[in-house]
């Protein structure tokens, strides 16, 4: 039987879990990154006491993965011809992957992730102005490579 | 459509390709890494046996000052930009136990033949005086061929320990003097050598003790490194406000907030960032084994160097001292 303490600590993986799988999976491959989430909630479980409290558990959850999985973050996962998603313009994973690692990872966590600035920060330590300005400049050039206004 | 949403889609797709494991099989060190704890408890075992066997009980001097370490001087050493080992969970040794309180004479295994260490040594075998009994020992890592990674110290009386450091180092992980000799020194004055083991990313680093018969973990970073560029690196020191690391490639005061911070050991994490600078990023203080983390904005103090080429400008740091 759970205890209070798994119950409550349930109720934060439930919570963090899926934007961490979310934010990883645009470094890591599918297959690790189950594993590297698995590894950070362990973590998380281990020492719950001060990261439960932490304003961006999800941030600093998301560094913690990234370590485990012990891999160097290289920028956004190449994206393969057989990714194809409907309703996405075909270049969009090409340009993405294109941009600077800072410029893709802070769009893939604000966007694709569903992260705040802060969070994204947490996760790629540095400031969330700093994460604005990477989301701002990348989606400026995507925008300009793409040829599209919105 | 607008971008950003196509952007939301593409983390739909992947998000929609992961499957993620209980996080209950990974607590402790679980999951991935069992195999390796199963063996090193099975190797404890056989040499607990042995120790129990031959083992004689005289006290070894220095062996029971581990609960309260002077602190008396600024000693100061620090890593170069290493390494990339990665270590997580509770760190096994594989010889040598608290029980042991001996000369540490006792340990027939492993020889060089037993452990194959000529095609795994990954460091030179350096001399260092590690139970500082005036003879030479020796300090070494090693891999065992299953992709594992051990700290070995080795003592001029055959007495062996090995502490299970995880992935590889790149290259060796070992803490080196501008001279290229492992690090080993006595920082809290008690007789016993202090080691680095670092490495970058995750559970990056490590000091680790030799005290009396055992390899001790006495600082274990099991947390993410500042920073995720090429190199990684540790200074160490005491809490007298002085420079952390005389003579070597750091050049960092620590004041107190609201008090005089004495007899505390800091320990501070500095990274490399991607564009070469390098800072400090947070302090620690071991307050008697209860560590307190304050984190510094990362100030660039100028590109990595090398031991012997340090940084000029001091970074400054503010400890908050209250227990």
Same mark, same amino acid.
């Given at each position: 039987?759970?205890?209070?303490?798994?119950?409550?600590?349930?109720?934060?993986?439930?919570?963090?879990?899926?934007?961490?799988?979310?934010?990883?999976?645009?470094?890591?491959?599918?297959?690790?990154?189950?594993?590297?989430?698995?590894?950070?909630?362990?973590?998380?479980?281990?020492?719950?006491?001060?990261?439960?409290?932490?304003?961006?558990?999800?941030?600093?959850?998301?560094?913690?993965?990234?370590?485990?999985?012990?891999?160097?973050?290289?920028?956004?996962? =190449?994206?393969?011809?057989?990714?194809?998603? =409907?309703?996405?313009?075909?270049?969009?994973?090409?340009?993405?992957?294109?941009?600077?690692?800072?410029?893709?990872?802070?769009?893939?966590?604000?966007?694709?992730?569903?992260?705040?600035?802060?969070?994204?920060?947490?996760?790629?330590?540095?400031?969330?102005?700093?994460?604005?300005?990477?989301?701002?400049?990348?989606?400026?050039?995507?925008?300009?490579?793409?040829?599209?206004?919105? | 459509?607008?971008?950003?949403?196509?952007?939301?889609?593409?983390?739909?797709?992947?998000?929609?390709?992961?499957?993620? /494991?209980?996080?209950?099989?990974?607590?402790?060190?679980?999951?991935?890494?069992?195999?390796?704890?199963?063996?090193?408890?099975?190797?404890?075992?056989?040499?607990?046996?042995?120790?129990?066997?031959?083992?004689?009980?005289?006290?070894? /001097?220095?062996?029971?000052?581990?609960?309260?370490?002077?602190?008396?001087?600024?000693?100061?050493?620090?890593?170069?930009?290493?390494?990339?080992?990665?270590?997580?969970?509770?760190?096994?040794?594989?010889?040598?136990?608290?029980?042991?309180?001996?000369?540490?004479?006792?340990?027939?295994?492993?020889?060089?033949?037993?452990?194959?260490?000529?095609?795994?040594?990954?460091?030179?075998?350096?001399?260092?005086?590690?139970?500082?009994?005036?003879?030479?020992?020796?300090?070494?890592?090693?891999?065992?061929?299953?992709?594992?990674?051990?700290?070995?110290?080795?003592?001029?009386?055959?007495?062996?320990?090995?502490?299970?450091?995880?992935?590889? /180092?790149?290259?060796?992980?070992?803490?080196?003097?501008?001279?290229?000799?492992?690090?080993?020194?006595?920082?809290?004055?008690?007789?016993?050598?202090?080691?680095?083991?670092?490495?970058?990313?995750?559970?990056?680093?490590?000091?680790?003790?030799?005290?009396?018969?055992?390899?001790?973990?006495?600082?274990?970073?099991?947390?993410?490194?500042?920073?995720?560029?090429?190199?990684?690196?540790?200074?160490?020191?005491?809490?007298?406000?002085?420079?952390?690391?005389?003579?070597?490639?750091?050049?960092?005061?620590?004041?107190?907030?609201?008090?005089?911070?004495?007899?505390?050991?800091?320990?501070?994490?500095?990274?490399?960032?991607?564009?070469?600078?390098?800072?400090?990023?947070?302090?620690?203080?071991?307050?008697?084994?209860?560590?307190?983390?304050?984190?510094?904005?990362?100030?660039?103090?100028?590109?990595?160097?090398?031991?012997?080429?340090?940084?000029?400008?001091?970074?400054?740091?503010?400890?908050?001292?209250?227990?």
């Amino acid at each position: 039987m759970a205890t209070e303490n798994e119950e409550e600590f349930d109720v934060f993986v439930t919570r963090v879990q899926p934007q961490l799988e979310r934010a990883l999976a645009g470094h890591l491959p599918a297959p690790m990154v189950g594993d590297a989430v698995a590894e950070a909630l362990a973590y998380a479980w281990e020492h719950r006491h001060r990261v439960l409290p932490m304003a961006n558990p999800a941030g600093y959850l998301y560094r913690v993965a990234q370590s485990r999985s012990r891999r160097r973050k290289q920028g956004l996962l =190449p994206w393969k011809s057989d990714d194809t998603i =409907p309703h996405i313009e075909p270049g969009l994973p090409a340009a993405l992957s294109a941009l600077s690692p800072k410029q893709s990872q802070a769009i893939w966590l604000v966007h694709a992730a569903g992260m705040t600035h802060v969070e994204a920060g947490e996760a790629m330590d540095i400031s969330a102005s700093t994460v604005a300005n990477h989301v701002e400049r990348g989606m400026a050039q995507l925008r300009s490579e793409l040829g599209v206004d919105t | 459509m607008t971008l950003e949403e196509q952007i939301r889609r593409m983390g739909d797709a992947r998000a929609a390709e992961v499957t993620t /494991p209980s996080w209950r099989d990974r607590v402790g060190g679980g999951g991935r890494r069992w195999p390796v704890m199963v063996a090193a408890a099975a190797l404890v075992a056989v040499l607990a046996g042995i120790t129990v066997t031959l083992g004689p009980d005289d006290e070894k /001097p220095g062996a029971d000052v581990a609960t309260e370490p002077e602190t008396t001087r600024v000693t100061t050493t620090m890593t170069d930009a290493t390494t990339s080992t990665v270590t997580t969970g509770p760190v096994t040794t594989t010889a040598g136990s608290a029980q042991q309180t001996g000369p540490c004479a006792v340990n027939p295994v492993p020889s060089d033949d037993v452990l194959d260490l000529a095609a795994h040594i990954a460091f030179d075998r350096t001399p260092l005086d590690l139970d500082q009994d005036g003879v030479d020992d020796e300090m070494l890592i090693y891999d065992d061929a299953d992709g594992h990674w051990f700290l070995l110290a080795r003592l001029h009386t055959g007495w062996t320990n090995a502490l299970d450091i995880g992935t590889p /180092p790149t290259p060796p992980g070992l803490a080196q003097t501008s001279d290229g000799v492992p690090a080993g020194t006595d920082l809290d004055g008690d007789g016993q050598l202090e080691f680095f083991v670092t490495g970058y990313l995750g559970p990056s680093a490590r000091l680790v003790t030799l005290r009396g018969c055992e390899l001790i973990d006495s600082f274990f970073v099991d947390e993410p490194a500042e920073g995720l560029g090429a190199s990684f690196g540790v200074q160490i020191g005491f809490s007298d406000a002085t420079p952390l690391c005389q003579g070597r490639a750091c050049a960092t005061r620590v004041s107190c907030a609201g008090g005089v911070l004495t007899q505390e050991l800091l320990i501070g994490i500095a990274a490399n960032d991607d564009a070469g600078g390098w800072g400090i990023g947070e302090i620690r203080l071991d307050r008697d084994g209860v560590i307190t983390t304050t984190e510094l904005p990362t100030r660039t103090v100028g590109p990595f160097t090398p031991l012997d080429d340090p940084p000029t400008e001091a970074t400054t740091g503010v400890v908050d001292c209250t227990p």
